[in-house]
């Protein structure tokens, strides 16, 4: 007689295919899971950074570098060329105004000087001939001029005389007549010799003006050339100290080429290089502060120079505003804070390596149990060497992972543990 054999429910095939059924799915999940940013990755504490949020006055400055300058300047260039023959002080000297500071020589100069000498002696010469010949001539004329107003006065007395005479009928007309015709030759031939005279009068009074401007304009000639040997001496334009003197016994400089410095020692100013990204946001009155000797000092910048130099960055010159510090000295770097805003009340977020890889958009908060952190949105706004700006996604108190993110690839949750 057959039995019939009662079926297992939970046979072995079933429990196969529901295992399966069960792995595909998690499967699945898992791969949900880590597609779709739920990952999570465990981090030691001591490897990371970990910063809290504060609120507290913020400045947006950016720190740069300059060099301490005097506030005064005056450059030494050679007036005229030459070979430098002496020196009479030394680079970093102390000067008084117009002492000399070397000397140089050119002989085409000094045999300028010698020849426009001559001419000017030439022409003094040449001068006093002409003058002594005027006035020889002058003394002539005036001999003439005598001879023909004796002559004229001895012809008036014979004319009048015949006049008389003739009016009595004592001399005839011929003999009147001749008296009448010498008396006004000897009139025509005055007035003719004192208009002689006037003339060159005039003309020597020419002559001698013609000849003193041409002697004034050889002798400002003469003038300038003695200037310009006088210029192969350098001398100190100002009091101050001798700095880049760059000038050797032997040496030859061309007119016009650099041959060092004068500092005028009565304050410094500050040269400062700044990255020409910022270019749009100098201007003057800008200020900046910088520590020396366990003190804050503050600068003020006094002059832009707009033109930017081949290794991207332009120029400013700051002042010192109030106390300047003791010691300091020229050619000095100072590492100087330059405000580019007023200092206002801010979230304050630390600067860290996460910037790089989120672009400052998103954060790791750690949560209040500080035993995980999590991703959370950001806004920021301003910053400078030290905090970020924040202006939405975290308040004070808050505590976010600052270190850097290079290897979280695209996690969602960092587990901490200690």
Do not use: C
């Not at 910063?51 to 400055?61: D, H, L, N, V």
């Not at 450059?75 to 117009?98: I, Q, T």
């Not at 020409?276 to 120079?305: C, E, N, P």
């Amino acid at each position: 007689m057959d039995r019939v054999i009662e079926k297992k429910y939970w046979s072995r095939k079933r429990i196969l295919t529901i295992a399966g059924i069960v792995a595909l799915v998690a499967l699945i999940g898992g791969s949900y899971y880590y597609t779709s940013g739920g990952s999570k990755l465990n981090v030691d504490t001591e490897r990371i950074t970990v910063s809290e949020i504060t609120k507290g006055p913020f400045q947006e400055f950016i720190p740069v570098n300059g060099i301490v300058l005097p506030l005064t300047t005056i450059y030494l260039d050679a007036v005229e060329g030459g070979r430098v023959e002496e020196k009479y002080v030394d680079d970093g000297a102390m000067m008084r105004k117009g002492q000399p500071i070397l000397r140089l020589s050119n002989t085409d100069l000094q045999l300028g000087l010698v020849t426009q000498q001559t001419n000017v002696y030439n022409l003094l010469t040449q001068m006093q001939i002409s003058k002594n010949a005027a006035q020889q001539n002058t003394v002539s004329k005036l001999n003439q001029m005598t001879d023909v107003e004796s002559q004229f006065k001895e012809a008036e007395r014979i004319y009048k005389l015949d006049k008389h005479l003739y009016d009595q009928k004592a001399i005839g007309s011929q003999e009147y007549q001749q008296a009448v015709n010498n008396y006004n030759y000897l009139l025509q031939k005055k007035n003719l010799t004192n208009k002689i005279l006037q003339q060159d009068s005039a003309s020597n009074q020419q002559q001698v003006t013609q000849a003193r401007q041409l002697f004034e304009g050889s002798q400002n000639a003469l003038n300038v050339m003695r200037q310009k040997v006088g210029d192969l001496i350098v001398r100190a334009p100002i009091d101050g100290q001798l700095t880049s003197l760059d000038a050797e016994i032997g040496q030859s400089k061309n007119k016009g080429e650099r041959l060092g410095q004068i500092d005028v020692m009565s304050g410094f100013k500050v040269r400062v290089d700044i990255d020409q990204h910022y270019i749009s946001r100098i201007f003057t009155g800008l200020m900046g502060d910088f520590d020396f000797a366990d003190k804050t000092y503050k600068l003020v910048i006094k002059k832009i120079y707009t033109q930017v130099n081949t290794n991207g960055s332009f120029q400013v010159d700051m002042e010192f505003v109030g106390a300047v510090p003791k010691g300091i000295r020229r050619g000095q770097t100072l590492q100087i804070r330059l405000a580019l805003s007023d200092e206002t009340q801010a979230v304050l977020l630390p600067k860290g390596g996460f910037y790089q890889q989120t672009g400052g958009n998103w954060i790791f908060k750690v949560n209040a149990d500080g035993k995980s952190a999590y991703k959370v949105d950001i806004q920021l706004g301003r910053q400078n060497p030290d905090y970020y700006e924040v202006l939405q996604g975290l308040k004070p108190g808050d505590k976010v992972v600052t270190s850097s993110y290079e290897n979280y690839g695209n996690m969602q949750e960092l587990v901490l543990k200690k």
